[in-house]
């Protein structure tokens, strides 16, 4: 860096960093203060040539005594060339300009003003009325931090006044440039010029009228301009630079925005008036309110600007006086700007006068329950909204051509339907007929409106009510002719049956397994045979179960006749005549149409979690079935999707829960999505009447005693060498690939499960004495030593391969056994040989085709020989054995190889099932179905 650039770069970073706090002039000689520490340091002179470089410059540093440019006249140079117009002052003295600039854009109107100086007491000038221009120069300026120096001031004049003016000044007689550079318009030139010199210079403001002000400048007292000029012209200039003008500004000036707010109303008509306006506590709208410029002027607020949001409604409405809403386009209007409307409610909007026009409250429902009859009560009911009382009959009359519509127009306010309470009362306004009320109908109003419905009864209605809201009945049919010996639970299952049967209502009977569902049921398709003298009832069930219910209910329910409509050459003429039909979910839907002609007095849905899935033909099916009273049967009915809930629902207790939108807004998405305890509760404390689930630690403390048996145990060490080998193998596969794939990630699970179970299925041999297997010995100790205790044994796996092991071991061994697999014809043959044949030792089976729907209460012992993705399932298994009709303690075994895939998915799946009971309170059906990816990885680590 040559020296000239290493100085101009320091000089510009005394610019940079401020180090001239002051500066001044004197004809054509700058003078500067160098600060070199705070508030310390020295002057630097430069004069100037007119149409000159420089070529004089003093200051106390070493170069510039050597003659050499130094920073810091450097510095004052770059400080004069940032003033203002610097093209100008090369060509006239700064003396000059500054007149120059006062004078030059010359003044429409000149004042004449008497003027006077110390040295001169009568001086004639011409003043001007300036324009904006200079007075947003003047604005713009910034206060001075440094006090003038007067020695510096005493040497630039020293340095420009020839000899010949220092002795006229000295003898009284200066030059007229002496004389003129004395007088007050040329000290105020410099001062406008600089302005950081103000002291001299005062400022008078003079608010006047029509939105003007009147400023003088003083200087040293006497006004020296004057000029008249639009407030928003003056506002606008002393913006930027308020500190300054803060002392002068002895108004009310509201430098920020002042908000737009809205008025809403009706008018006589009933049509909505919008009108954008100001005010905290009182509206005042636009008209009340004078424009200037670019400012508006009240007396609440001054002067001041607004403020506008840039949605549409702020867009279309804040400019316009008053815009006005047809009272028919009133709803799409809200609908339109409601979320808006509601944002600006928040800070600005007039609350009170926004809140009346859109309700979304129900303040008081009365039910006045006249007659009852037929399932339903004849009711009046009365809906108070806000202040208004409206008879239930007028309410469906007015909104008899708007309930689809958002908003409900009644009486020139706005109900919004798309709220809890909007549900509610449309749930009444579509199931209350002719002042018939369903009972469904008062639950949900019951549970819904809680504190806020009042009832009230006669002497014909009040038994009722009152035993509908308590849930029992008087009196309930004799169950003498079935043989059905209920223990106290099921008899208490079996009357809440009936009251929901007697009150035209559904429910799911979700007692866990082994507890007797079926015989509840048959309880109640007695009752009715009972009542009526008649039944028409049709119980649909999974083809696994069809002939496990025959068997009981010919066992059990010897009065009633029974048939069953499946396989082929079924005839609907024939066996639709018993009193029960049964038939499978496969051919309900197969024979949809033709079964939702009848009517019955029970429908019985027994696993009913088939149809789960509302978009499924199963479910249609069913949906579409007539019955006074509908009843699902299942041991895991809450499933952890909410929505599967409903489902169960709508198959039970039809429009209870509503539509589905209305569900999914209410609760779905707030329990699923953002985890909303309250929504939580209310759908609970909502299903909870028509749910009734038992466990067996509640009723059965008779059943025998279960003993769980974990079996953890290590692999060999060849099946450990094919085991890290094929993990290693397929993890390559898998981390491989662009992108994870669960279904790899399955597959992969998957074959090490098998690999743990047994290496002959992993090889796909059939030979079990082939391969080493660890865990095979150790379920043949187990097997062979309970079999010599007498003791029958129930195995189940997952996997038909392992079927064909046992199998072949177990005729090898001469051991009877009985299996039923998914492709078992048989099913009843098979069970019934366990249960009764002595010889037939074990039962072996896969769990999806046997691990429900049967009785194998004969074993005391079962054994899970793999596990099971779902807890759930795998209990449901277990209650093969473990139900009503075992005497005998049980053990249930089950295995884990250690530090493999068995013991991971083992503590998964026991944290994923208590995660979903804190979170969700349901029982996790398929826990795996929600696993994610990751967590399938972490299996695999
Ligand atoms: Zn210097």
């Known amino acids: 860096m040559t020296q000239d650039a290493y100085i101009t770069r320091k000089a510009k970073l005394y610019i940079q960093n401020n180090k001239i706090p002051f500066h001044d002039f004197f004809r054509n000689c700058i003078f500067g203060f160098i600060e070199t520490e705070k508030n310390r340091g020295f002057f630097v002179h430069l004069q100037l040539g007119q149409n000159k470089e420089p070529f004089f410059f003093e200051c106390k540093c070493r170069d510039a005594h050597k003659g050499i440019l130094c920073e810091h006249v450097l510095a004052l140079h770059f400080t004069a060339r940032n003033w203002p117009h610097k093209q100008e002052w090369r060509h006239v003295s700064f003396e000059n300009y500054a007149l120059l600039k006062m004078f030059k854009d010359a003044p429409h109107k000149v004042l004449k003003q008497e003027f006077t100086s110390e040295s001169n007491p009568k001086l004639d000038i011409s003043a001007i009325q300036s324009h904006a221009r200079f007075a947003s120069y003047l604005f713009n300026h910034e206060s001075p931090q440094a006090q003038r120096d007067n020695k510096a001031f005493l040497r630039a004049t020293f340095l420009e006044r020839s000899e010949d003016e220092r002795v006229m000044i000295h003898s009284g007689v200066p030059s007229k440039k002496c004389f003129f550079e004395q007088s007050m318009l040329y000290r105020v030139a410099k001062m406008a010029f600089f302005l950081e010199q103000k002291d001299a210079l005062t400022i008078d403001l003079d608010w006047g009228q029509d939105h003007h002000i009147d400023f003088r400048l003083l200087c040293e007292g006497r006004p020296f301009f004057s000029w008249t000029m639009g407030v928003d012209v003056f506002l606008k200039g002393t913006q930027t630079n308020l500190p300054f003008w803060s002392k002068y500004l002895d108004i009310n000036h509201v430098p920020t925005a002042i908000p737009t707010v809205y008025s809403i109303a009706f008018s006589p008509q009933g049509d909505l008036m919008i009108r954008p306006g100001f005010g905290q506590h009182s509206f005042m709208g636009l008209e009340e309110v004078e424009q200037t410029g670019h400012y508006l002027y009240c007396r609440e607020f001054g002067y001041f600007q607004t403020q506008i949001g840039l949605s549409e409604f702020e867009l279309t409405y804040s400019s316009v006086p008053e815009t006005i809403i047809p009272r028919k386009k009133i709803p799409a209007f809200l609908k339109k700007h409601q979320n808006v409307i509601q944002n600006l409610e928040r800070t600005f909007i007039d609350k009170s006068l926004f809140g009346s026009i859109l309700l979304t409250e129900v303040n008081r429902l009365d039910i006045t329950l006249n007659d ?33 519509t958002r908003y409900w127009n009644i009486k020139n306010r706005f109900f919004d339907a798309k709220t809890p309470d909007g549900h509610y009362l449309k749930a009444l306004l579509v199931n209350v007929e002719n002042s018939f009320m369903p009972v469904q109908t ?88 009972q009542e009526k003298g008649s039944l028409r009832a049709l119980v649909v069930a999974p083809r696994s179960v069809l002939f496990h219910w025959q068997e009981k209910l010919q066992a059990f329910c010897p009065n009633l006749s029974v048939s069953l409509f499946y396989g082929q050459g079924r005839s609907i003429q024939v066996s639709f005549k018993s009193d029960i039909v049964l ?103 909502l299903v909870a009447p028509f749910i009734l689930r038992r466990s067996k630690d509640e009723v059965l403390l008779d059943l025998p005693e279960k003993i769980e048996d974990l079996k953890p145990f290590s692999l060999t060490s060849i099946e450990r060498e094919w085991y890290t080998t094929l993990k290693k193998e397929g993890k390559k596969g898998i981390f491989g690939e662009e992108r994870i794939s669960a279904l790899h990630v399955f597959q992969l699970i998957n074959k090490l499960k098998r690999l743990c179970c047994h290496p002959a299925l992993h090889f796909g041999s059939d030979d079990y004495a082939k391969y080493p297997c660890q865990k095979w010995d150790l379920f ?67 769990i999806g085709a046997a691990g429900v729907g049967i009785d194998l209460t004969a074993a005391t012992l079962l054994i899970h020989y793999d596990r099971w993705w779902n807890p759930a399932r795998e209990e449901q298994a277990t209650d093969r054995i473990h139900r009503i009709g075992q005497k005998q303690s049980v053990q249930i075994v089950k295995f884990m190889a250690l530090d493999t895939i068995e013991e991971r998915i083992d503590t998964l799946i026991n944290r994923k099932k208590s995660l979903l009971k804190d979170v969700v309170g349901f029982d996790p059906e398929d826990a795996v179905k929600h696993l994610t990816t990751e967590e399938l990885l972490e299996i695999l680590t």
């Not at 002497?459 to 009152?466: E, G, V």
Request: with cysteine.
């Open 780 to 846: 043949i100790s187990i097997l062979k030593e309970a079999l010599d205790n007498k003791v029958k044994v129930v195995i189940f796996t997952q996997y038909l391969g392992m079927i064909d092991l046992f199998k072949k071991y177990l005729e090898h061994h001469q051991i009877g056994y009985a299996c039923i697999t998914g492709s078992t014809r048989n099913r009843q043959q098979e069970q019934n040989r366990f249960q009764t044949d002595p010889s037939c030792r074990v039962f072996i089976g896969t």
């Open 372 to 404: 009852y009859q037929n399932r339903a009560f004849q009711a009046e009911i009365t809906i108070t909204i806000k202040d208004q009382r409206i008879h239930f009959a007028d309410l469906k009359q007015l909104l008899s051509d708007q309930l689809n």
């Open 442 to 529: 008062l639950f949900q109003s019951i549970f819904h409106f809680q504190s806020r419905l009042f009832v009230q009864t006669n002497t014909l209605t009040d038994a009722s009510y009152q035993r509908m809201k308590s849930m029992q009945m008087e009196n309930y049919p004799d169950l003498e002719p079935a043989s059905l010996n209920l223990r106290p639970y099921q008899s208490s299952g079996y009357r809440w049956l009936w009251f929901l049967r007697c009150y035209g209502l559904g429910g799911l009977l979700c007692d866990q397994m082994g507890l007797g569902k079926t015989h509840q049921g048959m309880a109640l398709l007695t009752a009715v045979k």
């Open 583 to 685: 038939t499978s979910y496969g051919t309900l839907r197969s024979d949809a149409e033709a079964i939702q002609m009848k009517h019955f007095d029970i429908l019985l849905m027994d696993e009913i979690q088939n149809a789960k899935n509302a978009k499924t033909a199963t479910f249609a099916s069913l949906r579409g079935l007539h019955a006074d009273c509908r009843v699902g049967l299942t041991g895991t009915p809450i499933e952890n999707r909410v929505s599967e809930l409903k489902s169960l629902f709508d198959l039970t207790i039809p429009g209870y829960l509503g539509d589905s939108a209305t569900f999914r807004e209410l609760y779905e998405l707030p329990i699923t999505k953002f985890k909303s305890r309250e929504a939580l509760n209310q759908l609970k404390q």
